[in-house]
């Protein structure tokens, strides 16, 4: 394509003479040739636009995607999973990596956004789908789904989707079918999750709740950091301070003013959100509330929460999340302090770190 100009000097469409002569001034011939010449081109550089080997060098995304569809044997439970892994890096170097935990009715293709602006800057997103609590919730009999909405928030299914995300890691880890392991950075690996995900990722970083005396804990100490997307409150728990004193890890927590979860017998405001980044004791935690909003805003739907604000929150929740994690892992608060200038205008309350890199 380098030997073919966007735009030809002739037929530009420009008044600049050409070979010495003003356009108006050519006879009628001369001009229904030119144009002639000018559509052949233009239908030229179409046809040449589409050709696969051409598309493909103009458009490749900086990303691969794959699909797993794993099966965790010993838990009889697939694990359905995609990978959106960097395409730039070195073949020398590993890459950080995300597991990213959907919501209630989600799968993998889900939050592609995340994925695809994570790994687009060198950051490896893995999605699990939990096969619990996902799409397959809103088929069947309508007049069923508020039933399967409520049994797919049991406490059985709550550890089953932690099991699913330490699954998913085992297998990234390893140098089995699917799996990268010695090319992820083992130093910086995160959990991430949005609605009942971000409640996933709070249990794989620490969160624990206590049955008939018993200690529940789906602590997986090899993640390092969390992003925590819209976390509604444990389902039963009325002491979350109890909850979550031991998480572990350096958390960022993203909501809006109109994060309201509203379902049929269920009601959750941005004020759990809130009391979710309130009740945990670990010092390195940070809280970004954006104005206005909806809770399905940070998922893919395009118009929830207003079609200008959606598509301004998508981008600052993912690049809030690459500048949390240059605080955590590389001490360097600088994309911090770009992010809090330039979205400023759409937050109420901008994420101030109370400890130093």
Not at 3 to 15: A, F, L, N, Q
Not at 25 to 48: D, F, H, K, S, Y
Request: charged share 20%; proline share 7%.
């Amino acid at each position: 394509m380098s030997d073919i100009p966007e735009r030809s000097p002739v037929d530009d469409g420009s008044t600049t003479e050409v070979y010495g002569i003003a356009p108006n001034t050519l006879p009628p011939e001369t001009r229904v040739n030119r144009g002639r010449r000018r559509v052949n081109a233009m239908l030229l550089m179409g046809l040449l636009a589409l050709h696969p080997s051409v598309r493909a060098q103009r458009s490749a995304p900086p990303y691969q995607v794959t699909d797993f569809d794993w099966v965790d044997h010993a838990r009889s439970r697939p694990v359905p999973a995609r990978l959106y892994w960097p395409t730039g890096s070195a073949p020398d170097t590993s890459v950080p990596l995300v597991v990213f935990s959907h919501g209630i009715g989600g799968s993998r293709q889900g939050y592609s956004y995340l994925g695809k602006h994570w790994s687009a800057r060198g950051i490896a997103s893995l999605h699990v789908q939990h096969v619990g609590s996902d799409v397959q919730l809103w088929k069947g009999n309508p007049f069923g789904v508020v039933g399967r909405l409520q049994a797919a928030a049991r406490e059985e299914e709550a550890i089953a989707r932690a099991g699913d995300v330490r699954f998913a890691l085992d297998r990234m880890l390893s140098d089995e079918p699917g799996g990268r392991g010695a090319a992820i950075d083992r130093r910086c690996l995160v959990a991430a999750g949005h609605s009942y995900g971000a409640n996933t990722t709070l249990l794989t970083v620490g969160a624990q709740v206590i049955r008939n005396g018993r200690t529940i804990s789906c602590l997986d100490p090899r993640f390092c950091a969390a992003v925590i997307i819209s976390a509604p409150p444990f389902y039963g728990e009325t002491d979350l301070k109890a909850v979550l004193s031991k998480v572990s890890v350096p958390t960022i927590h993203v909501t809006s003013t109109d994060d309201t979860i509203e379902i049929p017998g269920y009601h959750s405001g941005v004020e759990d959100r809130l009391a979710i980044f309130d009740a945990i004791a670990h010092p390195h935690k940070l809280l970004a509330v954006f104005q206005g909003g909806s809770h399905s805003m940070f998922t893919d739907r395009s118009l929830t929460g207003g079609p200008s604000l959606n598509p301004k929150v998508k981008v600052a929740t993912a690049d809030l999340a690459l500048a949390f994690l240059d605080l955590i892992f590389k001490r360097d608060g600088a994309a911090l302090a770009r992010w809090q200038i330039n979205w400023r205008s759409i937050l109420v309350r901008v994420p101030s770190p109370s400890f130093t890199p």
